[in-house]
């Protein structure tokens, strides 16, 4: 018996053991039950998207007509592919988009495949987001009340400077202060369109010696490559003046940002002028939109006539077309009230700078700083930053460019799209400023792509923020007169970093997470060049050498 017994625990031993089946079961409940939970809370996110999405169709049907189009012409969409043919037109005659037929050599593959075909920007007669959103009753009220909040402030002002001040200024002399010398800036602007007219001719003459020399090979490529080396040294000499101007008239800030802000537009327009029409002359195709411009019969190439090359200096687009959809008559009215949005804003920001930026950076220089002073004047910034940021938005890509656009019945407004909706910084930077992303996606994006980084959307992407963040930090530091690149780092490295980080963040998180970075950042950036500024005003520093002038001023006050 006892042997027996011995065999039969033997026997249990070797068998493997069952695992304790509560505990199993507790296991498997735990993650049935987290697995019902997750997909709970999936199912309701999506259930939520599914309703929000029906519900904006349905508010778009009922209260926002222009953004429901019977046909498949997208309003708020503004490129087609290439290869695909384009179903909106600019004007009657369908050349206005300019889609131009392709070269021979684009056309040959020459056994290799093409790299994937960009899409080319197209300009179709509509409205501005806001014009046609302000159109619903509900959104007309939002913007009746931030009249009133306007009205509000000129009230604060002027009892202010009254009981205060003992007399009402209503920010007239910031306006005195920041427009002084702006006759020496329209007269720099009269000879700078002077040059950007001799630029049109020097084409024309380019195009036709081009021509004619076409017997000589050698001598047709000798004279491109030197009239390319001579355009490139213009353009180079035309920044340089407008910079130097402002150091050497010393410029007041608002003076100083209407000259550099105007030459870097005329810079662009004349490059996108430069780039479209070249690479027509170099393929050896006439445009012809009428049977006037037809060069068959001469031979010569077609350069478009004056007046297209003036309408687009004053037309409110970088993108260069020979013709664009324009609109049958002008509203004066709506010209009118676009124009008085300007100048509210202007003396909206004229109080801000009195009451706001001078009050808490005034004395910087003179007075004891610490951290907690410095992040009390930052969080005192935040509020006047956010309406800046917002205003600047509103007087500049709205008011003043819907109103230019209605002085020349240029149909195609839309100069942004809904970026407050955005949740990334892709989104962001492509809807925030459409007329400047255009550019930079026409003349600079695109012909990285195909012939520097051969395909990499990466490294041409990167390429168009350096040039944007190095733009944006030319005017502001030679505008305040200051080496202070704060601008640079916040457009060209943080905000690149946030395009990356960005790209997987939720909907909502995203959108909060954009404009709390809006606003922080905004509100850092004019608190740190007020700093800067008021500290090179306050404080009496020597620039003996070089690295003095690399310091910050804010910085060498305190140390």
């Avoid at 020459?110 to 159109?135: H, M, W």
């Avoid at 992040?375 to 938005?393: D, E, H, N, R, T």
């Avoid at 905000?495 to 997470?513: D, E, T, Y």
Wanted: with cysteine; proline share 4%; net charge positive.
């Amino acid at each position: 018996m006892a042997a027996e017994r011995h065999e039969n625990r033997s026997e249990m031993e070797s068998q493997p053991r069952l695992p304790d089946l509560n505990f199993v079961s507790d296991k498997l409940q735990k993650f049935q039950s987290k697995l019902l939970t997750d997909f709970e809370q999936r199912l309701s996110c999506m259930v939520e998207d599914v309703i929000q999405d029906l519900r904006q169709r349905e508010l778009r049907a009922h209260e926002f007509p222009n953004f429901e189009r019977s046909d498949r012409k997208s309003t708020w969409h503004n490129r087609v592919t290439s290869e695909a043919p384009t179903d909106v037109s600019d004007s009657p005659n369908g050349h206005a988009n300019g889609t131009n037929p392709k070269l021979p050599h684009q056309a040959e593959k020459s056994g290799k495949e093409l790299k994937r075909q960009l899409p080319e920007k197209v300009f179709v007669a509509r409205e501005s987001y806001l014009t046609a959103l302000l159109q619903v009753e509900h959104m007309r009220t939002i913007y009746h009340i931030f009249y009133i909040i306007l009205v509000m402030f000129l009230l604060n002002v002027i009892c202010y400077d009254y009981f205060v001040e003992g007399r009402i200024d209503l920010g007239l002399g910031t306006f005195r202060g920041g427009l002084r010398r702006l006759h020496w800036v329209m007269g720099v602007w009269l000879l700078e369109h002077v040059f950007v007219l001799a630029l049109y001719y020097a084409f024309r003459g380019w195009a036709l010696v081009r021509h004619k020399l076409k017997p000589h090979s050698s001598l047709q490529h000798f004279w491109s490559h030197s009239c390319l080396i001579l355009y490139i040294s213009s353009q180079l000499v035309f920044c340089f003046v407008s910079t130097s101007l402002c150091l050497k008239f010393n410029l007041p800030f608002v003076s100083a940002c209407v000259l550099l802000l105007e030459s870097t537009r005329l810079l662009m327009k004349m490059h996108a002028f430069v780039r479209y029409n070249a690479e027509r002359v170099l393929g050896g195709k006439a445009k012809k939109e009428d049977a006037e411009e037809e060069k068959e019969a001469t031979g010569k190439p077609f350069v478009p006539p004056l007046s297209c090359y003036t309408y687009f200096l004053f037309a409110p687009t970088l993108i260069y077309r020979d013709s664009y959809p324009r609109t049958s008559h002008i509203r004066w009215k709506f010209a009118l009230n676009r124009l008085l949005e300007v100048v509210a804003i202007a003396f909206l920001y004229a109080f801000i700078h009195e009451r706001h930026i001078e009050e808490h950076f005034g004395q910087f220089g003179l007075e004891p700083m610490g951290p907690s002073q410095l992040i009390l004047k930052l969080f005192g910034m935040m509020l006047p930053s956010a309406v800046i940021f917002l205003c600047g938005f509103y007087l500049i890509l709205h008011s003043w460019l819907n109103f230019t656009s209605e002085l020349l019945r240029f149909g195609d407004r839309m100069f942004y799209k809904d970026w407050w909706t955005s949740h990334t910084y892709d989104g962001y930077y492509r809807n925030w400023n459409v007329v400047v992303h255009d550019w930079l996606y026409e003349y600079v994006y695109k012909d990285m792509y195909t012939h520097v980084f051969r395909g990499s959307k990466v490294g041409a992407s990167l390429s168009v923020f350096m040039i944007s963040a190095l733009v944006h930090e030319q005017v502001l530091g030679f505008a305040l007169q200051l080496f202070f690149p704060v601008m640079f780092f916040f457009f060209g490295v943080v905000g690149v970093a946030l395009v990356f980080l960005m790209r997987s963040a939720p909907k909502v998180m995203g959108n909060i997470f954009l404009w709390f970075s809006l606003i922080l950042g905004n509100a850092s950036l004019i608190s740190l060049y007020a700093m800067e500024h008021y500290a090179q005003k306050n404080c009496n520093l020597s620039n003996e050498n070089w690295m003095d002038r690399l310091l910050p001023a804010a910085w060498r006050c305190y140390n």
